[in-house]
């Protein structure tokens, strides 16, 4: 589908939406004035609040597990093996050779009539993923597609992505418009070979090109796939009652949304950069699962991701009447949030592994 200036929005032929969501965050959190205090004395500032750390047990594999069985309850009971596909997005699956997907489908039930696959595109890692749900399912291929996006974020030493690189995310199961909780009216894409965000084999930790990451990085892709989207809709920023953004930090978002035309209130909710951090592949979509948990009918939310290296991909959704019954099945991902146990360096440096013997 094309509007009048020839940008395409990407829309299935039959209607499909969100059947269940739910979220997970690791319960430590790392306060931003932990890694100034340790390499810049305490005089560096801090981007955000603090961060969430995965525990020395927990991993893309165990998170997502857990996000999926919340989607799963939220969805009011689905038989899991009628789900199709398992995809998981994230730049941190513990594994280079053996999927993450697997794991999770086995954990869920849906094994073994499904297909299952790892998705890769840094932070929209897990919107790629729902794209391609939206496509499996809409093409009546499948009746059920479960998409999670979630990382474990890495970050050198010392470097400034150490401030803000969190953990946790969210899953997704992509169902049939009427049993849908929020319907997918359309989505699109903008991509381009920008590299501001890297890591090659066998290198533990990602590089970045500092300032170059916001423009033309993330503002030129995040308001690229917003306008063409809302143009292909002939939508304006005040149809919506929430905009979700990706959120490497609280600035970003915040400054994408005001060029849009959006207001503070609009990306209040699904902006949760100050208390988690960035979690990745997870960022913008735990983003939508915090408004999903407090949406109404008739709401209308638009997600923007964004992935380093690079693209955004832009999504509109309509809440339906299902949603008042559904909320409350699982955990609020402010719920996840609130279980907060606070943690200093060094015990951050032991739980992610960053000293080795």
């Not at 959120?247 to 902006?271: C, M, S, T, W």
């Not at 100050?274 to 990745?280: A, V």
Request: charged letters at 20%; a negative charge; glycine letters at 12%.
């Amino acid at each position: 589908m094309a509007d009048k200036d020839g940008c395409v929005m990407l829309k299935p032929d039959r209607d499909v939406g969100i059947v269940g969501y739910g979220a997970y965050v690791p319960r430590y959190r790392l306060p931003a004035t932990e890694p100034d205090r340790i390499w810049m004395g305490g005089r560096g500032g801090a981007p955000i609040k603090e961060k969430s750390v995965p525990g020395p047990d927990e991993d893309v594999v165990t998170m997502s597990v857990e996000a999926a069985r919340n989607a799963l309850d939220r969805a009011g009971g689905i038989d899991p093996t009628l789900i199709r596909a398992v995809w998981v997005g994230s730049e941190s699956h513990p594994y280079a050779v053996k999927p993450t997907s697997t794991i999770v489908a086995e954990s869920i039930g849906a094994t073994p009539h499904t297909q299952a696959a790892d998705w890769e595109f840094a932070c929209k890692a897990g919107t790629e993923a729902l794209q391609a749900a939206i496509g499996f399912v809409g093409s009546g291929m499948a009746q059920y597609a479960m998409v999670v996006g979630m990382d474990t974020a890495q970050a050198r030493p010392g470097d400034a992505l150490e401030y803000t690189a969190g953990a946790g995310g969210a899953a997704y199961l992509v169902g049939p418009a009427a049993e849908a909780l929020a319907v997918f009216e359309g989505s699109f894409s903008y991509v381009t070979d920008t590299p501001d965000f890297w890591r090659r084999a066998h290198q533990h930790y990602p590089s970045h090109g500092g300032r170059f990451t916001g423009e033309p990085a993330y503002f030129r892709h995040s308001l690229g796939a917003a306008r063409g989207l809302m143009d292909a809709l002939g939508a304006q920023p005040g149809d919506y009652a929430y905009a979700v953004f990706h959120q490497p930090n609280v600035k970003f978002p915040r400054k994408a949304a005001k060029q849009l035309g959006f207001k503070a209130d609009q990306i209040r909710v699904g902006l949760l950069a100050d208390e988690i951090g960035n979690t990745y592949a997870g960022s913008s979509l735990i983003g939508l699962s915090a408004v999903l948990d407090v949406a109404a009918l008739g709401d209308r939310v638009l997600l923007v991701s964004y992935g380093s290296g690079a693209g955004s991909d832009a999504f509109s959704l309509r809440v339906t009447e299902a949603i008042l019954s559904r909320q409350r099945l699982a955990p609020m991902t402010q719920d996840y949030i609130a279980r907060c146990t606070e943690i200093d360096y060094g015990m951050y440096v032991r739980f992610v592994g960053k000293l080795t013997l």
